[in-house]
C-alpha cells in the first residue's frame, strides 16, 4: 500500500501524524502541504475517499482562512470554486491529510488513524 501523507513540518498535528505512520511501519511518501498543495484533481479524488463534506478540509483556525473571510464566502461558493481555492494555498487545507489506497484522512486523531490506517 503506497500512501502519501501532506503535511506542514512546523504542525506539531502533523508530526505526531507521520510519528504514527513511522511507528506502525506504513510506507508513504511525504509532501509539504505549503510548498506543493495537493491539485485540484487530487483533492476532488480525496474529497470522494474521505466521505467528508468538503468544508471539513478547510483549516477553519487558519490565518488565511481568516484574513479572506472565508466563513460567509463558502456558502456562496460552488464546489468546484470552493477546490480551486483548496489548490491555490497550501494554508487553507486542513492537516495533515493521508492519502492512498482508495481511503482518505484529514487531521489527526489515533483511534482514526488506527482504524483506517492500521
Known amino acids: 500500500m503506497k500512501i502519501t501523507y501532506y503535511g ?3 504542525c506539531s498535528t502533523c508530526r505526531k501524524a507521520k ?16 510548498e506543493t498543495p495537493p491539485t485540484a484533481e487530487t483533492l476532488q479524488e480525496m474529497i470522494a475517499t474521505s466521505g467528508l463534506d468538503i468544508k471539513k478540509f478547510f483549516n477553519v483556525s487558519g ?15 460552488s464546489d468546484e470554486e ?16 493521508v492519502f492512498g489506497d482508495g481511503k482518505t ?6 483511534e482514526t488513524f488506527d482504524e483506517v490506517w492500521g
Open 19 to 34: 510519528k504514527w505512520l513511522t511507528d506502525n511501519g506504513i510506507d508513504f511518501a511525504e509532501v509539504n502541504l505549503v
Open 8 to 10: 506542514y513540518p512546523k
Open 105 to 110: 484522512t484529514v487531521g489527526f486523531k489515533e
Open 82 to 97: 470552493k477546490v480551486a481555492l483548496l489548490a491555490s494555498n497550501g494554508m487553507l487545507i486542513k492537516r495533515p491529510i
Open 63 to 77: 490565518k488565511v482562512y481568516r484574513e479572506q473571510k472565508l466563513k460567509d464566502k463558502l456558502p456562496t461558493l
